[in-house]
């Protein structure tokens, strides 16, 4: 199922973040890093996305166009991952996403609910917390849980909006590690909201640009993430430089004195 964005606008106050805002079509499997300075509007994007912000234009999935679609359709469509990290409440993470799941898959038997979620705890390594309650956890396990919540769902579109903000580099690695697997075995789409640009580079396949203005440049990392973007985006000298193993990665050298 491709997504299509067409003529999106949205804003808060009467103050457009994006104003006629058209996408190519992001194909099926592809895991997309959606990236840019602050209040650019990365998480307003995915918020309009997934339906919890008044906009106008298209968001079509395939087919379906999710803007028109009743919020009791959409959560089989979709799965968002918030940036506020899921509130410490004193459930045990196994029991939120249980829920998770089923107001999904509410046509799942217990049986195929209970795999599904055992996989996803194991996907991600964190067997160990499924009886632990959120409110005794740190910052990361939530949001490790939360990511779970998303995942266990199956859905054909994610909406991830820094799912690594609160995680060391292992969980980083693992976790992205795990979101393209599941795009790539399942033909699922993934936007991920991120700052890391290497972290861009290294796993995702498209990497959307949104600059000031409403301005948004899409394509290949290697490609896209050039100097002169670069300088033009976040006011930076940059290089993109290959490291040991063959991957491109970003090095900043310097700010530069107005953007």
């Known amino acids: ?71 009791t359709r959409r959560v089989h469509r979709l799965g968002y991952l918030p940036q506020p990290l899921p509130q410490a409440i004193p459930l045990v993470a196994y029991e939120t996403v249980f829920s998770a799941c089923r107001s999904a898959r509410g046509d799942w038997s217990r049986g195929d609910t209970e795999q599904a979620i055992e ?3 194991e996907t991600l390594g964190i067997r160990d917390l499924a009886l632990r309650r959120l409110s005794e956890m740190s910052g990361g396990q939530r949001q490790m849980v939360g990511l779970a919540q998303v995942l266990v769902r199956q859905t054909p579109l994610m909406l991830l909006d820094e799912p690594t903000s609160a995680l ?47 301005q948004a440049v899409m394509g290949p990392p290697a490609e896209v993430l050039t100097p002169a973007l670069l300088a033009r985006t976040y006011g930076v000298d940059a290089r993109i430089e290959t490291c040991s193993r063959g991957h491109p990665i970003v090095l900043a050298d310097r700010p530069l004195a107005s953007r």
């Not at 099926?28 to 650019?40: D, I």
């Not at 980083?172 to 640009?197: F, M, P």
């Open 1 to 71: 199922m491709s997504l299509k964005l067409e003529k999106l606008t949205v804003g808060y106050r009467r103050r457009p973040v994006f104003r006629d805002l058209s996408l190519p079509a992001i194909e099926p499997g592809a895991l997309v890093a959606v990236v840019g300075p602050n209040a650019v509007g990365k998480s307003t994007l995915l918020k309009s996305i997934a339906g919890l912000l008044s906009m106008s234009g298209r968001v079509c999935l395939s087919d379906d166009n999710l803007t028109a679609m009743p919020a």
């Open 119 to 121: 996989q996803v705890f």
């Open 168 to 214: 060391d580099l292992h969980w980083q690695l693992n976790v992205l590690n795990a979101v393209r697997n599941a795009t790539r075995e399942s033909g699922a789409i993934a936007l991920v909201a991120t700052h890391d640009l290497n972290l861009a580079l290294r796993f995702c396949d498209q990497v959307l640009v949104l600059a000031p203005g409403g």
